[in-house]
């Protein structure tokens, strides 16, 4: 079993940033993409970032698209998700997803039935 533990959430003001860690318990090599998903209280979790593992390719949810970066170490077994220009719609609980090794999303990189292991969160709050 994964393990997944985000850090680095926190509150900031409308315009300010910060860096979300994810640290797993193994290799991050062995699922094929890692996501970063969002839950604001009374509203459905969403997809923000994915990264894919073979190419290092990322991909974005239009809302953050410009102003949201996901990155990983693999030596660290760590992904990053690095927050800018943060408005008050990005405040929820941020958390790291990844799916079990060698499956695939089919398409559907923002399902979260997609993902097999999810971290406990980390609360990021923006005020105006």
């Known amino acids: 079993r994964v393990q997944l533990v985000e850090t680095g959430g926190g509150s900031v003001r409308s315009g300010g940033s910060l860096r979300l860690s994810c640290v797993a318990s193994?290799?991050?090599?062995?699922?094929?993409?890692m996501s970063w998903f969002r839950q604001a209280p009374g509203k459905e979790r969403e997809g923000v970032a994915i990264?894919?593992?073979?190419?290092?390719?990322?991909s974005y949810a239009a809302s953050v698209k410009g102003r949201f970066t996901m990155s990983r170490d693999n030596d660290k077994n760590t992904v990053y998700l690095e927050m800018n220009t943060l408005k008050p719609e990005d405040t929820a609980m941020y958390y790291c997803a990844a799916p079990a090794a060698g499956k695939w999303h089919d398409g559907r990189p923002w399902d979260p039935k997609k993902y097999n292991y999810w971290g406990q969160g980390t609360q990021v709050t923006v005020s105006s």
């Open positions: 990264i894919y593992t073979s190419s290092y390719t990322t």
């Open positions: 193994r290799s991050t090599y062995s699922s094929k993409y």
